[in-house]
């Protein structure tokens, strides 16, 4: 399952921008995960979204419920 259109154009934008972003995961038992940081690239990889995350950590996009913008 991959995410929205609307919800990879933003990440897009915030890269290209380099605005802080939370996202938000569905985790396990129906908890959710947030992370904060800089997105440094977006790339698929065997049929799945990742998000790349200037501090090396990255992330698979099928769980993302929402991202938010926290740094202008």
Known sequence: ?????S???QLEL???HGHKVCLVFD???SEHKCVEGVVE???A???K???????????CLDNLLSM???DF
């Open 27 to 29: 985790v396990q038992n």
């Open 7 to 9: 919800i990879y154009d």
């Open 45 to 47: 990889s065997k049929g």
């Open 14 to 16: 915030a890269s290209m």
């Open 68 to 70: 938010s913008v926290i």
């Open 49 to 59: 979204e990742y998000v790349l995350m200037k501090n090396g950590e990255e992330y």
């Open 1 to 5: 399952m991959g995410i929205s259109c």
């Open 41 to 43: 690239n977006l790339y």
